[in-house]
């Protein structure tokens, strides 16, 4: 079991959030897939022998949202106003 965080941009209210994990929790090897709406983000758990990230990603596309690369793990503060 994989587990990735994925970083989505357009989603703004409920239906959103019901269109994303609709979508992606009925793909095939897709075990859950949950929305942090207020943070942008997408956390899926999947079977990688099963189902690939592309394919996740794809359908996210699909829906309508654009999918950001993965931020690099940052040390120390998160925003650059506090740099």
């Given at each position: 079991m994989q587990q990735v965080t994925l970083n989505v941009e357009g989603m703004s209210c409920g239906s959103c959030v019901n269109k994303v994990e609709g979508n992606v929790g009925k793909l095939n090897g897709v075990e859950s897939v949950k929305v942090q709406l207020s943070e942008g983000k997408v956390d899926?758990?999947?079977?990688?022998?099963?189902?690939d990230l592309g394919e996740i990603k794809g359908a996210i596309k699909d829906t309508g949202y654009e999918v950001k690369e993965e931020p690099t793990e940052e040390v120390g503060p998160g925003c650059s106003c506090c740099s």
């Open positions: 899926v758990a999947f079977n990688e022998s099963t189902i």
